[in-house]
């Protein structure tokens, strides 16, 4: 079975600030920068998140209609990977950077 | 009469999802684009915002309590300027990228 594209932004459609929103929330952040560190493309059911299912799939919800990240069903999975290449041609250095300083911040809390 | 300088979190106080959300809603980034042009501090009536008063003093709260900029009272004036110090020791280039994302944007707008 095909792949089904959930609906998202196309790049012209990306606003800075709706993919600020999106990002400026933990759970939402610790997704995008998992699926950074994995560089592929993730099931929602890869990330152990401290929340419901109801609320994780929302959380990705905001990150796709940002424009963060792609999603898409493969049989019961919904997979979900970053725009990064997207990203980077709308705002070059910005994903990296608000990454880089949740490293950084995390490194702290240690 | 002395500056008095309002509330604002310490350094080790202020959270990357702060910051982001502070710079999500495009008023506050308009301020901090303004206030980075001007690399001074400005009073509030310096900005010419499409919002009421209230709202406008709102969002620099907002700005203020996130750590992204510093206010003090002077005489009837309300003076801003960008903690760029600060945020440039927490997250190395975050302000300047999302800056320069919300220059771009712009720039596409035109």
Excluded at 41 to 64: G, I, N, Y
Excluded at 69 to 84: A, E, N, V, W, Y
């Amino acid at each position: 079975m095909a792949d089904t594209q959930l609906p998202e932004p196309a790049l012209t459609e990306i606003r800075l600030t709706a993919v600020l929103h999106a990002l400026a929330d933990p759970i939402r952040l610790r997704i995008a920068a998992e699926l950074a560190q994995d560089q592929g493309e993730l099931a929602c059911q890869a990330f152990d998140l401290p929340v419901t299912k109801s609320t994780s799939t929302h959380h990705f919800k905001v990150l796709r209609e940002a424009g963060v990240i792609r999603q898409c069903r493969r049989g019961t999975h919904r997979m979900s990977h970053l725009r990064t290449a997207d990203l980077e041609t709308l705002f070059p250095g910005l994903l990296a950077g608000i990454l880089g300083a949740h490293l950084a911040e995390d490194g702290r809390k240690d």
